[in-house]
């Protein structure tokens, strides 16, 4: 495939960015890639590990001449970082991001740009709990799917161009308006991660069991619960804070399934239970034959013991 974008600005150095540039680079999709952080320390790390072309010191330097800037910072810092750069972005550039909510980000983002740039949002749905400059690799976004979330009127080069970015990192692309994702997202990620961040806390707030059989313990349930609660806390309450209203409805429509599972558990109904699960076990077939996960035993973990 030949190269996507000749300038390409990275904004923020965290696992998606640093994924982003070493995809880049396997499939030679862009001519030089710039990267900034606020952190000094984030920045020396990347240029220890080579993490993209140009390391630059400001992101007014990082999108100069750039003719795609991508936004790879927490939900609440994108307004500020857009007014940062705006002055800095040259005419027919692409700016876009990759936050975890959309609304959000272009209400914040929108009116900070001028009009002769492209503004096209997106949301790659691939990540694990790690987060830092070291935390990125190539094949992150493979067969993984990326929502791009253009705004009524934008030019249909301009998100072709993208998407042609974006698949040729490995990833499926589809499009949608901001307001379904984020009530899409905060059904499939938003509020599992809150429910996984209180069964943790829930565990911590149980003294009768001891921090070290939780630990030891920890069956397959719970430890996948760990791993989701270990994310970036700060990208998590930006993504509750800034989608507050499809969250709520979601944790809302939870309690009342909850309520029903309880009522079902007090009063020995087995046969609502048996129903409900074999329902729920449905979707997790579905998420396999889709190929966004694995039933390799033990979720295809490799055993280390």
Not at 10 to 22: D, E, H
Not at 65 to 74: E, G, K, Q, R, S
């Amino acid at each position: 495939m030949s190269r996507a974008y000749e300038k390409v600005a990275l904004i923020g150095l965290g696992l998606i960015a640093s994924s982003m540039f070493w995809a880049m680079k396997r499939g030679a999709l862009a001519g030089e890639v710039r990267g900034y952080a606020r952190s000094g320390e984030t920045r020396d790390v990347a240029r220890e590990i080579g993490l993209c072309d140009v390391i630059c010191d400001s992101a007014a330097e990082a999108v100069k001449d750039a003719d795609l800037v991508v936004l790879c910072v927490p939900v609440g810092a994108m307004g500020a970082v857009a007014q940062e750069i705006a002055p800095h972005l040259k005419a027919g550039a692409t700016v876009s991001d990759v936050g975890s909510v959309k609304k959000a980000v272009i209400d914040a983002v929108g009116p900070y740009l001028p009009e002769n740039v492209h503004f096209i949002p997106a949301h790659p749905l691939a990540g694990t709990e790690h987060s830092g400059p070291r935390s990125g690799f190539a094949t992150l976004f493979d067969n993984r799917y990326t929502l791009l979330v253009p705004a009524e009127g934008t030019a249909p080069e301009a998100v072709q161009k993208l998407r042609d970015l974006w698949e040729g990192i490995g990833a499926k692309v589809e499009e949608m308006d901001a307001e379904h994702h984020d009530l899409v997202l905060g059904v499939t990620s938003h509020a599992p991660h809150l429910i996984a961040y209180t069964m943790v806390g829930v565990a911590d707030d149980l003294r009768r069991v001891t921090d070290s059989e939780v630990i030891k313990y920890s069956a397959a349930g719970f430890r996948d619960f760990t791993r989701i609660a270990a994310s970036d806390p700060t990208m998590w309450r930006d993504v509750f804070l800034n989608n507050k209203e499809a969250t709520l409805e979601i944790l809302g429509r939870f309690t009342e399934e909850l309520f029903a599972l309880q009522r079902a558990i007090r009063t020995g109904d087995g046969d609502m239970l048996h129903a409900y699960f074999t329902r729920t076990r449905a979707i997790r077939r579905g998420i396999i034959e889709a190929g966004q996960d694995t039933d390799a035993p033990d979720f295809g973990r490799v055993n280390k013991t």
